[in-house]
């Protein structure tokens, strides 16, 4: 099987900083893509950044210039920096990876989420 662990979710006044991870365990051969998506109350889970292996990058509109994703292969660990947070930003963060398993099956995997929440 496959865990991937989130941490580094909280309480945060507009303006302010916080660092997502998100680190996978389990048995991986290999980890494609990896991201970070959110789910606000009331709305739909939506895509915030993502990243390959190479480490190409893609983000949402609104978090452009502001969220920084990257990864650590050896470590089987994303990331999210995210500055210049602002209350349309609070929601659960949930990670997701694109995972080859050590049986060379493919399989996305979630994790729990961690709650980000921007209010002063």
């Known amino acids: 099987q496959v865990q991937l662990v989130e941490s580094g979710g909280g309480l945060v006044q507009p303006g302010g900083s916080l660092r997502l991870s998100c680190a996978a365990s389990?048995?991986?051969?290999?980890?494609?893509?990896m991201g970070w998506y959110r789910q606000a109350p009331g709305k739909e889970r939506e895509l915030v950044a993502a990243?390959?292996?190479?480490?190409?990058?893609d983000y949402k509109d609104s978090v452009k210039g502001r969220f920084t994703i990257s990864r650590d292969n050896a470590k089987n660990t994303a990331y999210l920096q995210m500055n210049n947070l602002k209350p349309e930003d609070t929601a659960v963060y949930y990670c997701?990876?694109?995972?080859?398993?050590?049986?060379?099956?493919?399989?996305?995997?979630w994790g729990q989420g961690t709650q980000v929440t921007v209010s002063s």
């Open positions: 997701n990876a694109d995972v080859v398993t050590l049986y060379l099956r493919n399989a996305e995997y």
């Open positions: 389990g048995i991986i051969a290999r980890i494609n893509t």
């Open positions: 990243i390959t292996s190479g480490g190409s990058t």
